[in-house]
């Protein structure tokens, strides 16, 4: 098979740079294609048998009541429990992951064989959750390895969601809550959510106003900064909606939207540190010991930017960067943007479009501009593999 064109020039000068995508996007549309086409058995056997291997330790934890069974609702879409319920963290942090690799695997099945996506590669990063898949493109595994690395990713993000849920076990709203945001126009109350409009300073001026009214364990968190007008706030959902009131007529006046996001824990917030006991045991357990010592080309922290080639303890650190620390998206593209080997094209792995948007925001912040490319768009697959 010909290699496809961009990279064959890729692997005569080195330039690709991958990301993927975080929480609060669809997932289930993309993932069916794949699994009904049958052409990712060995795949899906992996990924989806990690989840079954695991599933007498964690269906009917606080974060799975109604358990985590994506084959079958994969075989028959009634069979899932409820739209909001493939949201929720513990299903979603995997499923969206099991996605994004669905979505690598397709672009390798293309022509993208993982031994030339190294040599073409030179940096990658990940929006929240899509830090730890990208550092699995980087470990450059081949054939069973790669197989049991799924499995073993698979099982490290099912048990980020599970733990998490377990720290914060307010799985749904209360009716209360339910109905103060209906009443204030955002409906679907979530511990974390999208507020687009105006810039970081003014937000983060109110956002300090509001927490000194708030207990110290209910206080608001400006957890992402994803583009100069769109960053996420993370914590309780009464805190939120108590924020929301308070500047609902600002908000009105200034046309700033305010949107929850399809997940059930704060995320990149200190409310969350209950947690990370709870899952080093896991890490144990599973052997999840991928070590940052064996990646081929850089990934960059969207916490700090470092390169976690660097990382004294992978397994430790990604899940902190995305359970605990402020995300700054600007920092992974600036990153890119500024990179020596210089990056041409990033492939944007997905679930959607929200990752790649996000990157082409962040970049033009920055005042840079790249190709961002999205493999779960048919567009852009299409130019990725002529």
Known sequence: MAKPQILQQALEKPGLFVQFGGQGAPWYKELKKYYDSGEMKPFFDA????????????????????????????DDESTIPSEDYLGCAAVSIPMIQMTQLAHLEALTQAGYDRASMIKATVGGSGHSQGLIPSTLVSLGLEGDQYLEAVKK??????????????????????????????????PNPAPMVAVLGEDHAYMEDLVKKENEKLPDDKKIYISLYNSPSNRILSSHRSSLLQF?????DAFDEKKVKFVYLRTTCPFHSPLMEPMMPLFQKDLERIGFDYQGSSLHFPIYSFFDQRNYQQEANMPLGLATDMVLKTLFWDKPMKAAAEHSPAVTQIIDFGPGKTSQRLSMDSLK?????????????????KTLTE
């Not at 790249?370 to 852009?380: C, E, M, R, W």
Request: hydrophobic fraction near 35%; avoid cysteine; charge should be negative.
């Open 365 to 381: 912040g920055i005042g840079k501009e790249l190709p961002v490319l999205a493999a779960a768009f048919a567009k852009d697959f």
């Open 47 to 74: 990924a989806i048998g990690a989840l079954e291997e695991e599933a007498s330790i964690v269906n009917g934890t606080p974060g799975l009541p109604h358990g985590l069974d994506p084959r079958k609702w994969l």
């Open 244 to 248: 929301h009131e308070a500047n609902k």
């Open 153 to 186: 990713y698979t099982k490290y993000v099912l048990y980020i969601g599970v733990r998490s849920q377990e720290v914060f076990p307010y799985f749904d709203p209360t009716p209360e809550e339910s109905k103060k945001a209906e009443e204030l126009g955002s």
